[in-house]
């Protein structure tokens, strides 16, 4: 199964950019969707984004659209979420999870295998 491991967060002022990666453990392109995830303290986890397994489609949740990016490197398995404008309200765990198959699936149900997580914390 594959295996992902997040890095990138931290600690930020409203206002900066941050990029998160995604490593995967084998190759996604081609194989598995990938979704970028994000829960604050005491709030349901929700989807930031997501990109299909041949890196060329892609969906924002609305309050990141216009600030945020993602893409797939499939040379080096990796998926990167890219987010300017930071604001303290995108505070949150974020966790990005794979799920075979073509679709990208708002629902965190629909994804198989998470990596850990890692913090970003978006001071005012």
């Known amino acids: 199964q594959v295996q992902l491991v997040e890095s990138g967060g931290g600690l930020v002022q409203a206002g900066d950019s941050l990029r998160l990666s995604c490593v995967a453990s084998?190759?996604?392109?081609?194989?598995?969707?990938m979704g970028w995830f994000r829960q604050a303290p005491g709030q349901e986890r929700e989807l930031v984004g997501g990109?299909?397994?041949?890196?060329?489609?892609?969906v924002y949740t609305d309050s990141v659209k216009g600030r945020t990016s993602i893409r797939m490197d499939k040379t080096k398995n990796t998926v990167y979420l890219q987010m300017d404008a930071l604001k303290p309200e995108d505070t949150g765990t974020y966790s990005c999870?794979?799920?075979?198959?073509?679709?990208?699936?708002?629902?965190?149900?629909?994804?198989?295998?998470w990596g850990q997580g890692t913090q970003v914390t978006v001071s005012s």
């Open positions: 999870a794979a799920r075979l198959g073509g679709l990208i699936i708002r629902a965190d149900s629909g994804y198989r295998y």
């Open positions: 084998e190759r996604i392109y081609n194989v598995y969707s």
């Open positions: 990109i299909n397994r041949s890196g060329g489609g892609t």
